[in-house]
């Protein structure tokens, strides 16, 4: 069980602790880049950096990385495209770094390799622990880049970076809006894995591509099953992507459209999700805040309320602000609350009311 916890907000990073027992308080323990949006922030595994996304709106997104716990902080050049390079899919615009969503580790064999995903649509790596970066252009020049498109952002998004802890060399990543893409040599080439998938804002709502990945998180006990939340929906791959099928709530339950996803670190069959009304209206259903968990796959959802707001809520569950551990489970939400579970989601009792919009949470 990981007792601290990294919570960005718009108004800066919370390191948050606990004493280690279940069910003690957290406490903040340090706050760093107040009043700047922290987009993401997590610690790698590997070497203990703790790497923050920073959001400074005109100037773009900035990369700060900690090798003390957060004591001290050190920018980093962020990833930049090549000089001449537009943004698809009319290529009207110059292509620059507007937006970072995350950083991810590279396999455990690779200490200094890093992955970036950012806003417009590109996938950069890292070879030297993040003193440089350079764009992976085989997935940037993709022949299907002229189907993708911004959603909630002007430009398309990287929104997902999975790993395989198998095979370092196999790699799933998300771009919103333009879909599942899958590397098994490393980025040199990328397949786009999205039959299955449906999305009813295209004129072909089976196309190959132009889908919407919210977030896809592989289940660590057998990385060959992969969850998505999509803008229609949710879906699950038990074959690496090859095909998805859509698992969403059939029996007039909330869990379909929303952003945030967590699965479980044991049984590929266990995920929670955080429901929401789907595209313009972006509230959680009924306006009762509930977190929805599968342990059959997808076959069947339970929604966990005790302890969250039931009445009169405009809460939002942003795509990385929802993380588990153990049996505890975090989440922030866009009006500034923060939820904790030590039981899988069954009860949750609210830490604060009163952050600024929470854009991720992530165990350290």
Same mark, same amino acid.
């Given at each position: 069980m990981h007792n601290k916890l990294l919570v960005g907000t718009r108004k800066g990073l919370l390191i948050m602790s606990r004493n280690g027992a279940a069910n003690?308080?957290?406490?903040?323990? =340090?706050? %760093?880049?107040?009043?700047?949006?922290v987009v993401y922030a997590f610690r790698d595994p590997r070497n203990d950096i703790i790497w923050v996304s920073l959001d400074h709106g005109h100037w773009g997104g900035k990369l700060h990385r900690s090798r003390d716990g957060g004591a001290s902080w050190e920018e980093v050049e962020a990833p930049k495209y090549p000089e001449g390079d537009a943004v698809p899919p009319d #290529?009207?615009?110059?292509?620059?770094? $507007?937006?970072?969503?995350?950083?991810?580790?590279?396999g455990v064999e690779e200490p200094n390799r890093l992955y970036v995903g950012?806003?417009?649509g590109g996938l950069f790596l890292s070879d030297d622990g993040g003193d440089s970066f350079q764009l992976v252009d085989t997935l940037w020049h993709h022949p299907s880049n002229t189907h993708w498109f911004g959603a909630g952002r002007d430009h398309p998004g990287t929104v997902a970076i999975q790993v395989d802890p198998r095979d370092s060399r196999h790699l799933i990543i998300g771009i919103s809006v333009g879909g599942v893409y899958v590397s098994r040599d490393g980025g040199e080439n990328w397949a786009a894995r999205n039959r299955g998938l449906y999305a009813?804002?295209?004129? &072909?709502? /089976? @196309?190959? @591509?132009? @889908?919407?990945? %919210?977030?896809?998180l592989a289940s660590p006990s $057998?990385?060959?099953?992969?969850?998505?939340? !999509? @803008?229609? +929906?949710? #879906?699950? =791959?038990?074959?690496g992507g090859m095909q998805w099928r859509d698992i969403s709530d059939k029996n007039g339950g909330p869990a379909g459209f929303g952003f945030a996803l967590a699965v479980d670190d044991e049984d590929e069959r266990v995920a929670w999700v955080a429901p929401a009304v789907s595209a313009e209206y972006r509230v959680p259903v009924?306006?009762? /805040?509930?977190?929805?968990?599968?342990? &059959?796959?997808?076959e069947t959802w339970q929604d966990l309320r005790s302890g969250l707001p039931q009445e009169n809520c405009y809460d939002l569950v942003f795509r990385h602000a929802l993380d588990k551990t153990g049996d505890t489970l975090a989440f922030g939400t866009?009006? +500034? !609350? #923060?939820?904790? =579970?030590?039981?899988?989601?069954? !009860?949750?009792?609210?830490?604060? %009311? $009163? /952050?600024?919009?929470?854009? =991720?949470?992530? #165990?350290m």
């Open positions: 003690s308080e957290w406490e903040v323990e =340090s706050a %760093h880049f107040e009043a700047i949006p #290529f009207s615009v110059p292509a620059k770094t $507007n937006y970072i969503w995350l950083i991810e580790p590279g950012t806003d417009p009813d804002y295209l004129p &072909d709502p /089976l @196309h190959e @591509h132009g @889908h919407d990945p %919210h977030i896809i $057998n990385p060959d099953v992969l969850w998505q939340q !999509n @803008h229609c +929906g949710i #879906f699950r =791959s038990e074959d009924d306006r009762a /805040l509930v977190i929805s968990r599968t342990e &059959d796959g997808g866009t009006a +500034g !609350n #923060f939820y904790v =579970s030590d039981d899988r989601g069954d !009860n949750w009792r609210c830490l604060t %009311h $009163n /952050l600024a919009v929470v854009y =991720s949470a992530r #165990f």
